[in-house]
């Protein structure tokens, strides 16, 4: 008996086996309650035609999309459309729908109340275990989280105690004597400021980079070709504090009271008499050296021999409800070294402690004399109190050429110290603004007057001159003293139209031509080839190193969006391209590496347990170095998974994620895991890659792009999970870094017009045109790994990425090449690895040339050449996908498009004959 089935029930039983068929391979999704199949906005296979004949009978939808022949069906759609029109990359376009997680739709314009609110406030998960560092604590009666990466973050630790901390613009060295009187007699806190000129500074022509020296050896130079670093002199105490009470070996020394911007040094001693102690507020920006005295004889000496003491007058508003018992004493050095010492004695109860905002008027307590001592090196001069002391003592460093404000400032707010600082932040209709709400405490309620870094200045709202009083940093020029107890700072600039692509909002995407569009895809289809885990060419997650892993990770992530943009991002190549990345990523959320990431409870954060191994094993990561470089490419990895597979974004793994984050990125002091910005620091404006690991040049960063990647991809995870805290803290960091790093890392030869970079870092050091290490002691023009010029300048374009667009100025960037690497001598000092990198760099300004340079060699069937240019964590296909992307007009020059994308501009990557396409009318 025959059935008779009926067309229309024929074509449904066909559509649903084809549908089950081609589920199973990915290439079904559900878009905003539409099923989508990837045939209508890829290159695929279609072997029995089944597609075409159903659209065709109208059982499913066909899309237009400008610029490309949809419903072009079959294995010749595989090889490359024939046809003039420009291709149009196929990720763009789609629906988005603003409640879709997965979507980067963000509302515009953007305001944000507060974009300080928590990552997250549970416990982490997906993390191994949790263990005990091997770093104990030098931090007293603090518990955990405790910063790492912070300006006095050297007293962190046993080991770190007699290094400095930099406050800006004072340096503080705990100095723990000797019990011989001989060489070096002090025990206390030892001052040094740089001064208002540069005669403190050296510059030399072999680096200390990788030194514990604490100074510059070997000759200063004029010469510009020969200078490789700058810094402070680090020759001798400039001011030492202490008190006739502390004997070494007994007397002690410790931290308290930490914060992001704050610590609490000190002094400790007990005698007949009984306990004495010397705290010291550290504070960044602070206008003077505050110690505070209990119940000990001040002591002031310097190494240089004492040549004058003299009780001076002070000026200034100084009555409030009667005359203030200051007293006010210059004491000079050497004939040169001149300190001011205002001493305020201050109520004391043995049972209550200080009251500072009540001075005690026992004037007495606040006279100073001279003392002889005597060494095994002969007799000396020292400045010691005629009693012991109860009260505020406050210490400033008197600058050469006389300046009436000088007088003023400080005259004015003495009895006033800072106590710390937090951070606010917001943004309004695409306008970036934090604020410094800084703390104090002292004599007279008045508002603090803090030392603002040039950033700081061209940023500040409502911002004055009042004085004209700077003094010198460091490493990042003049600071300028402000009053205010609140900085309010604004960023216009912040870098919201830049995702995922490398073409910006505005830009939109490009139209290939057809041999750029096939070159492209020849590159992308080598890559989808290899298993994330492990390639030719790639660490793989599974290597020890998590900064490795993570490259590896975020590799294979812009593979990904290349995917995207060649077959479509809903497109069965796509799919498996995303699902390979989720099982590569899987190792972490699942604990599958031969070292996993483990929960660090002793200062709280997650860390490569690979460190119980060794601790400088993975660039020290269990000494918490380079957190933001480590996380920000898994961050990042993520973000492509989650903007591109909302099924992955479960709710564990944006745990896993959110923890990361947090680790390098917590923005509250409510998240009682992790410690707030462990590696940014809002005073500075860029992040500390140097943790735990001591060092007397302080803290320093090697990598700015790294340090932008980070922030960059805490603003892309903020979008595709619509967390528009995360997504506004980001871009403000962005907009914060790009003013910093070019301020305080870029120098030039031929300023632009108006730009005056000689004002932040001296002449003979300029030739090097970027300091390759910041310190927050001195600059190097090297790196940790060599001192090649193609590492100097590589490590701080990797990863290419479209934040770079923003970040970097490409007249400088073509300055540096000009220097640099414009000869064939100069290119071959280059190693081969690197030069991809040095290029994708040159693209900023010169795009063209470099598509040229990558086609030399190029082979499709055997990409080897073209590939050993570029570095393990790299992608060729993206690298090309960049290069169009970045062209003039976007995959075109000013004469139509790109008409020698390939080997002697005669073949494309197929094999067929290039043919010169024009831009459309």
Known sequence: MLIRIKPPLLVAIFTAVYLHIQKAACDIYEVNGQVRIDGWDAIDYDPWGWRSTMAKLGYMPTMKREGIETMDYGRGRQYGVRTDEPYQPAATGEPRNPKDPASNAVPRPLSVENIMTPVDTGRPLLIAQWVESPICPAVLGQRPPISTNKFWSNWATVDGLSYPVYTQPYMYRFDHGTTDGSKRPFWGMSINQPGQYRDDFAYTSHSDALKDSGHFTGPDSNREDDTKHYGVKFLGQHFHISAKEFVPGISNFYVKNTTEMFAMAVLTSRDKEGPGSIKFPLCQGAVYVTALFDNLTPVFESEDPLTNLTRIELVGQLLKDGELPIQKWELEFGGIERWWVYMIPTIHDRNTGYDWSEPSYHFESSQLRVENITTKEGTRMRVVGTHRFHGIVQVVHFLDGYNPGFDFLHDDQVGRFCTGAKVRGRIVDDVGYYGIVWQSDGLRDKELAVYAFPHHRETLCGYKDQLGQKMRSTVK??????????????????????????????????????????????????????????????????????????????????????????????????????????????????????????FDETWGGIVNSLGFEGLNLDYGNMMYNDHHFHYGYIVYAAAVLARF?????????????????????????ADPFFPVFRNFDWFHGHSWAHGLDEQYDGRDQESTSEDAFASFAIKLWGEVTNRHDMLGRGALMLAVQKRAINKYFVMWKTPPHGYRDEDIHPRPYHHNLFASIAFEGKLDTTTFFGHNRAFIHGIHIVPVSPIMKFIKDKRHVEEVHKTFFATDEDWDKVPNDWKGTLMMEKALYDPRSVWDWFMTGWDPKNQTLVRSHIDQGASLSYYLLTLVAWGESPGQDSNGFWDQALVNGTRDAMGSPVKVYKPDP
């Not at 900085?487 to 750029?516: M, N, Q």
């Open 477 to 598: 020029g003049e600071m300028t003293a402000v009053f205010g107890n609140t900085w309010k700072l604004k960023e216009p600039d912040l870098p919201l139209k830049f995702g995922l692509f490398p073409w910006t909002e505005d830009e939109g995407p490009p139209k290939f031509s057809r041999p750029a569009f096939n070159t492209i895809k020849a590159a992308l289809d080598e890559e989808l080839k290899e298993t994330f885990d492990m390639s030719w060419n790639d660490p793989g997650p599974n290597h020890d190193s998590v900064y490795w892993a993570g490259k590896s990770l975020a590799k294979h992530a812009n593979t990904c969006i290349t995917a995207a943009a060649i077959y479509g991002q809903f497109s069965s190549t796509m799919c498996r391209c995303l699902e390979k990345l989720a099982t590569a990523f899987a190792r972490f959320t699942t604990n599958r590496r031969t070292y996993n990431l483990v």
């Open 645 to 669: 597979d909302r099924l992955w974004l479960t709710e564990k793994n944006k745990n896993f994620v959110h923890s990361l984050i947090r680790d390098y990125n917590n923005p509250s002091s």
